[in-house]
């Protein structure tokens, strides 16, 4: 094949392709604004009605950024022909072998989130986490964070919480 026709078809190739790639640019572009536009405003905006303090709204941020950035890279994909059914198919089989590879992992992060939600108390409160006593500093997906009366800060993952004489 001479060079001018490997030349022809490569010209060929870009001049077809070059309106998906550009599409597929401003799409990309476009998602990212609207990822970073939404998580900013969550975190301004949601402390206020939910009258909590700032622990929800990082975390409930950071998910929807992160979910619109997904949804965003999954439409450049389709737009460039790539066939997104399967994509979602592997994103679910590695989302259950994470799961289930990470079960205890897990099952703190839901409990985190249940604190959270549920506020059996709040930072400032002091509480008997296992053995550990202390004022709540932060309480997080993982862990809460604990001063105790030394000063010391400690992590607690709370399974036995003990606070204002009853067990939570």
């Given amino acids: 094949m001479p060079n001018s026709d490997a030349f022809a078809i490569s010209s060929a190739w870009i001049i077809a392709n070059v309106w998906s790639a550009l599409i597929a ?9 609207l990822a970073k536009f939404l998580s900013d405003h969550i975190t301004r905006l949601l402390p206020r009605p939910l009258h909590r303090d700032q622990t929800i709204a990082p975390l409930v941020s950071q998910v929807v950024r992160y979910g619109v950035l997904l949804v965003t890279v999954i439409i450049v994909l389709g737009q460039f022909g790539v066939q997104t059914a399967s994509i979602l198919a592997v994103l679910g089989a590695a989302g259950l ?8 992992t897990l099952s703190n992060i839901a409990a985190g989130i249940l604190l959270i ?26 862990a809460t964070q604990m001063r105790t009366p030394e000063g010391v800060y400690m992590f607690a993952q709370l399974e036995t919480v003990q606070c204002q004489d009853h067990q939570l």
């Fill in 117 to 142: 939600f549920l506020r059996p108390f709040n930072v400032g409160d002091n509480i008997d986490a296992d053995g550990i006593v202390g004022s709540v500093v932060e309480v997080g997906l993982f």
């Fill in 97 to 104: 072998a994470v799961a289930l590879a990470l079960q205890g």
């Fill in 25 to 33: 640019l401003i799409v990309l572009i476009a998602g990212w604004i």
